[in-house]
DNA sequence: AGCTCCAAGTTCGGTGAACGAACCAACTGT
DNA sequence: ACAGTTGGTTCGTTCACCGAACTTGGAGCT
């Protein structure tokens, strides 16, 4: 993102975390990252987003250690996957917003129960990792019909890779 | 943000949330909003964001009724102070880059207990609200040293307007 | 080996957003 | 009445994003 370049002005950990994910299309990767995305057509394929744009933010994002380039897959890192709380949080505000209904839910793997807000299990009252959480379609269900997107609407278990 | 203009294609609750808060600069100032900043020429002492943009961003925060627009002050509005916990947990995420230490410390007014990085009270047990924290500066204090930022570094309740 | 195909990028011109400086309007204190 | 502060807007330059075209690199086939 670079904010003036630097950040020696704005001395805060929250502007640290803008210059990594702060960028545009940057955090939508990222949420890409944990529904199970790891190859760059994929990626573009869910997104839209052009190929010198992605491939700038990929680079970052390794380069940030958020993800882990694996041959052609990039792999979540246990640094980015400590983003899940932030992700996770953020979308569930977004979900306020007009009025709509959740297009994905979040389930607890080991109970089955639905993961709140705040990122907790209801019936455990423990903070749930992504590994430890299904993914299943919501009420408001996509609309996109590409084959990355089809893929994501079967219940799967979050960081799982998408392609078999 | 504007992701290719409208989100019909980006059908998810983050790309929502990002249209919001998503652009260069409006997670910042609504941090600053949280720290007790309302006024626009506050906001660009602590900041320095072209006034132009500052005044694009505020009107946008106004208009999707994260702020409110009370004479000349900002204030925040219940949804924006629902914003907190993704605030919060992206600041604490930024803390590990480049091993820094923290800019400011956050505290549970009522027991005086750090919250952890999920927002939680170790002692009560419980997710605090912004109204119920303090603020103290932390072993990394900043080097910034406008009329603000000096006001910032004195422990005050968050939310709590910046001027008397 | 050589050839083809496809995923994974890079390069390049055009467009829109961010930047900084200058300007403007309204209110305040003297 | 005037000067200073606050809260902006306007404008030209610079920079990042965009989409299309082009290049690279590896896998599979013959």
Redesign the interface.
């Known amino acids: 993102?670079a904010?003036?370049k630097d950040y020696?002005?704005?001395?805060?950990?929250?502007?640290?975390?803008?210059e990594?994910?702060?960028e545009?299309?940057t955090?939508?990767i990222v949420?890409d990252a944990f529904y199970g995305v790891r190859r760059f057509s994929d990626f573009r394929a869910h997104?839209?987003v052009p190929k010198a744009v992605l491939s700038d933010r990929l680079q970052k994002l390794v380069d940030?250690g958020v993800l882990d380039k694996e041959g052609h897959e990039y792999v979540m890192t246990p640094?980015g996957a400590?983003?899940w709380?932030?992700?996770h949080?953020?979308?569930?505000?977004?979900?306020?917003?007009?009025g709509?209904l959740?297009?994905?839910l979040f389930f607890h793997t080991s109970c089955g129960t639905r993961i709140e807000a705040?990122?907790r299990c209801p019936a455990c009252g423990e903070?749930v990792a992504p590994r430890d959480i299904e993914l299943r379609p919501g009420a408001?269900s996509?609309?996109?019909d590409d084959p990355v997107s089809k893929r994501l609407r079967e219940p799967h278990r979050m960081l799982e890779p998408l392609r078999p």
Request: aromatic content about 6%; some cysteine.
């Open positions: 993102m904010l003036g020696t002005s704005q001395d805060c950990s929250l502007a640290r975390a803008l990594v994910v702060g545009r299309w955090l939508l949420r997104l839209d940030a640094m400590d983003l709380p932030v992700v949080t953020l979308g569930r505000w977004g979900e306020r917003l007009h709509s959740p297009y994905r705040d990122g903070l408001g996509e609309r996109r």
